[in-house]
């Protein structure tokens, strides 16, 4: 590898760096896995130092995120990486995964990735499946939704453009389970989340948000447009029956503005539009859309 000078501009660092882990990254594809096992065991983390001396950091980090970095700059970033990841750890109470901790550090915390692809598919399959997903459902898991809903909030900030998010869920669940058992429960969320994949756009993203409650983040979507995306799924899950069971659902919707400035407060209006409308429902069996008036929340018929 080519010497690199600090003072050189960073597309010409980019540049040597990129043409020395294209040729290394076809000898060594570095799996989760053993990303994982390197940042819990020193003496692994060493062992593979001395393969590559001179780039173990920047194949680590390109592995990760796709992304070429100067190897002193790389060397930065994994350790902070690790660093944040005890913190995610703490927080979750869980282990939250390198690839999920580097995915937040570089795009939330230093803002450094603008369109991260974490681990490339032939690289390692695992990570789209234990990490992103849902197993049941198959949309993202709340822990990716929070990443994904504060970029795309602080986005839709600088561009001016609404951003709309629905809080969905199944009402009287709890009859599915106890009437039919959990297995037909599981097939039910199972079908629930498929339906709302179905009929969310390519630009809008489902996630399960825990239990039998699920979200739908519509990115340069004002309120009026996104009404029209959740009258769909409504309606597709209220006249589909794969499992023999009918299920109905009750949604809460908000968009971005004046008193919705976070991305804490557009989740809160749109669970206060949900807990509005789930009592609507258990009076009459209709369904109710939040306005985006966050300090004085009303609704009107969905």
């Excluded at 590559?52 to 995120?65: D, G, K, Q, R, W």
């Excluded at 849902?134 to 561009?159: C, N, P, V």
């Amino acid at each position: 590898m080519k010497d690199i000078d600090k003072t050189m501009p960073d597309k010409e660092k980019l540049k040597i760096v990129s043409e020395d882990l294209a040729n290394t990254a076809q000898q060594e594809k570095l799996s989760v896995d053993k990303i994982t096992l390197m940042s819990q065991n020193q003496n692994a983390f060493l062992k593979f130092k001395q393969q590559y001396p001179e780039n173990a950091h920047s194949l680590i980090v390109f592995s990760l995120t796709n992304n070429e970095f100067p190897e002193n700059l790389a060397k930065k970033l994994w350790n902070q990486i690790i660093v944040h990841q005890n913190r995610i750890n703490k927080l979750l109470g869980r282990d939250a995964g390198i690839a999920v901790a580097a995915l937040d550090y570089l795009t939330n915390i230093r803002d450094i990735l603008s369109d991260p692809v974490l681990i490339e598919k032939d690289k390692d399959q695992g990570i789209t499946e234990i990490a992103v997903n849902d197993l049941l459902t198959g949309l993202i898991t709340r822990d990716i939704f929070d990443f994904i809903l504060k970029k795309e909030f602080s986005l839709g900030e600088r561009t001016g453009k609404a951003l709309s998010l629905a809080m969905i869920d199944i009402d009287d669940f709890k009859k599915v389970n106890d009437g039919y058992g959990h297995q037909k429960g599981d097939q039910v969320l199972s079908n629930v989340g498929q339906l709302i994949k179905k009929n969310i756009r390519e630009m809008d993203t489902a996630a399960r948000y825990g239990g039998e409650e699920f979200v739908v983040l519509m990115p340069n979507t004002p309120v009026d447009t996104a009404y029209d995306v959740v009258q769909r799924i409504r309606k597709d899950i209220e006249t589909s029956d794969p499992e023999g069971i009918k299920v109905t659902i009750s949604v809460g919707l908000a968009e971005s503005g004046e008193h919705t400035n976070s991305p804490e407060k557009l989740v809160k209006t749109a669970d206060m539009a949900l807990y509005q409308a789930k009592k609507k429902w258990e009076k009459s069996s209709e369904y109710y859309l939040a306005d985006v008036i966050y300090s004085d929340l009303k609704v009107q018929p969905l």
